[in-house]
Structure formats: C-alpha cells, structure tokens
C-alpha cells in the first residue's frame, strides 16, 4: 500500500503562470515532508521541505503548503519557467516508535511537469 | 563543494552474477542512505548507513548488503542477480541529525 501519494501523473502549464503540485499521505506518523525534482538520467535535486509543525515554507518561486488535518501538501511553482519541466516527487520521513521508520524517505511516484512555452 | 558521487553510472549483468555499487557522500556528510528507482517509480530504500553500521532497512532481500567505510563512503552490494534487479540505484547522503537527504546521479543496472 502506497503512503504517499501523487494522483496527478502529469501536469501541463503555461509559461508564467502558476504551477500547483499535489501529494497525499496515510502515515500520520511522517513529520518531515520533502519535494524532489528530477531530470532524465538524473539523480533527484533538492527543492524545499516542511516540518510537520509548520504549514507553510517559502523560497523563492517555490512555496510548499502542508494541511496536517487533511493529510494533503502541494508544491507551488510562480512563474513557471521551462526550465522547470522535469518530474516531482514527493517524500516524507517519518518518526515511528522506536525509530522504526524514523530514516528513510518515502516516495511517491512523482508528476511530470511540463511547462509551456 | 563536491557533490554526492556514484561509480560505474552504467553497469549490465547476467542473473546470478554479483554486483557492488559505490558512493562517496556530498562533503561533510555521515550518513549513506540507498535506494531502488525501478522505471515509472519513484525510489524506494533499500537501508542506511551511520558510523559504519547499517542502522534501518527497507524491504529489500538479504541478496542486498552494504559497507560504509571510515571515510563516510559505502558500496552496495546485490548478490545473484534477478531480471528484477535492474533499476535505477540512487545514493543519497545527509548529515547527522539533519532530515534533508542530498542524491547522486545514480547507478543504471541492466540484469539481462
């Protein structure tokens, strides 16, 4: 069973406008939350993270939004530029009794943005 | 400021061989984490390695071992190799205590 998830398998958006990434999570025990950005042939880069006590986190065109109470985060991209095209992934770190689970990130299956000129 | 480095980025095997991946982590980093992207997938852990000791694991067969050495850098090892084994390997490092955990470009396996 898949504890994150990410229902959009692609995402098409003008250049200049707003990019909305979605991802949902079962596992209420996650408290780190993680958004992946990956090119072909590539490893993941790094984008920008949120701690289960915050709901909001910003850096530059990149904001991140959590809903704890929905077990819901999305990843917003203004403007979109095409040099963002690429696939997202979502991943989530969680924090199980005994550690159990408390290292290792959790994917979802990512979305492929693709930014219009 | 070197970033996460992996070796061979390619590598083709035959089912039953053997196969041992390597990765230096990003610059003052401790901690070794492996994962599998198979294609259409996003990755999934294999384990972690902290002070040179595997300190959790994924869901993955005993066919899948690891060594971190006293210099912070680790290989992964699969043995008898499956057709199922061919995947995208993805090494990622972190500091102690820090959540982010940073990618290599990644090792392509083709088990043929």
């Known amino acids: 069973d898949q504890q994150v998830k990410q229902n959009s398998p692609s995402l098409s958006v003008q250049e200049g406008r707003i990019s909305i990434l979605n991802c949902d999570y079962t596992?209420?025990?996650?408290?780190?939350f993680l958004w992946y950005k990956k090119y072909p042939a590539e490893g993941p880069t790094f984008l920008i993270s949120?701690?289960?006590?915050?709901d909001k986190n910003e850096d530059g065109r990149f904001t991140v939004f959590l809903n704890k109470s929905a077990k819901h985060l999305s990843l917003h991209i203004v403007p979109s530029q095409p040099g963002d095209s690429a696939v997202y992934f979502c991943?989530?770190?969680?924090?199980?009794?005994?550690?159990?689970?408390?290292?290792?990130?959790?994917f979802g299956k990512g979305t492929k943005l693709s930014v219009i000129p | 400021d070197a970033g996460v480095t992996q070796s061979p980025t390619h590598l083709i095997k035959t089912r039953g061989q053997q196969v041992t991946l390597r990765c230096s982590p990003k610059?003052?980093?401790?901690?070794v984490s492996w994962y599998q992207q198979a294609l259409g997938q996003g990755p999934q852990f294999i384990f972690q390695?902290?002070?040179?000791?595997?300190?959790q694991r994924g869901n993955f067969p005993d066919r899948f071992s690891g060594h971190q050495f006293p210099n912070y850098s680790s290989e992964l090892n699969v043995n008898a190799l499956l057709l199922g084994d061919s995947a995208l390997y993805l090494c990622?490092?972190?500091?102690?205590?820090?959540?982010?955990?940073?990618f290599g470009p990644g090792t392509r396996l083709t088990v043929l």
């Open positions: 990622a490092s972190s500091r102690s205590g820090v959540d982010t955990q940073y």
């Open positions: 596992n209420s025990m996650f408290d780190y």
């Open positions: 949120i701690s289960s006590i915050k």
């Open positions: 991943a989530a770190k969680g924090g199980g009794v005994s550690g159990a689970g408390s290292y290792q990130l959790t």
């Open positions: 610059s003052g980093h401790d901690t």
């Open positions: 390695y902290y002070e040179e000791e595997e300190r």
